[in-house]
């Protein structure tokens, strides 16, 4: 595959110390297919659109198989217009993995060893645990795998890297992106309007 991108491991200091209580043990296996699969349609995201991109979203739901999606400002700026979406409306739809025009980029050309693991994870458990631990397990190596491609520069460093913010989210939303937000994201203008986006915790 031409223009592969590579990260190499790199589990070094978090930016801002907040709570990890809901991040659980991740597997090694996964993160290291996640960080190929999520990482090549980022990059080839990127170099296929140059546009100024603000959000990167590794979502994960019921299907238990993951993708990604992104918004830039350009893509945002039609869609708002396409759609009639009002000012009011605008906050969020910002936001919204599911409405982005680039939602599971890339799935069908990067994805398939990821599917094929996972697969085979699900064939040895039950149900209960495919939809207890695994998740959990699915979910914390998605956000391992964020944080090292983050660390790798894919999604820009220094101030250039505060103009962004990356996520993993689960739909439906469950609260824990608000936290994961905190862990995978420098503090910046634009992640406080983010969160403002999410349900925060009750704990918090």
């Not at 190499?8 to 659980?24: Q, R, T």
């Not at 990821?114 to 939809?131: F, G, I, P, Q, T």
């Not at 469950?174 to 995978?184: G, I, K, P, Q, V």
């Amino acid at each position: 595959m031409a223009n592969e991108y590579s990260v190499k491991s790199d589990n070094e200091e978090d930016v801002i110390e907040i709570d990890n209580s809901d991040y659980e043990k991740y597997n090694e296996e996964l993160v290291e297919i996640f960080v190929k699969a999520a990482g090549n349609a980022f990059f080839s995201l990127k170099e296929n659109y140059k546009e100024q991109f603000y959000y990167y979203a590794f979502i994960f739901d019921e299907g238990m198989h993951p993708y990604i999606s992104a918004w830039s400002y350009e893509a945002l700026d039609k869609s708002i217009s396409d759609n009639k979406i009002t000012d009011e409306e605008i906050s969020w739809w910002k936001w919204d993995y599911s409405d982005s025009p680039y939602v599971v980029y890339g799935y069908d050309e990067f994805f398939n060893e990821v599917n094929e693991l996972l697969n085979k994870r699900a064939s040895e458990l039950s149900d209960d645990e495919l939809y207890d631990m695994e998740w959990d397990i699915r979910v914390n190596s998605m956000e391992e795998a964020m944080k090292r491609l983050d660390q790798s520069g894919l999604f820009g460093i220094n101030d250039d890297r505060k103009r962004v913010v990356i996520n993993v989210e689960i739909a439906p939303p469950d609260c824990s992106e608000y936290n994961r937000a905190l862990r995978l994201n420098p503090e910046s203008s634009l992640l406080s309007e983010y969160l403002e986006c999410c349900e925060e915790p009750e704990d918090n």
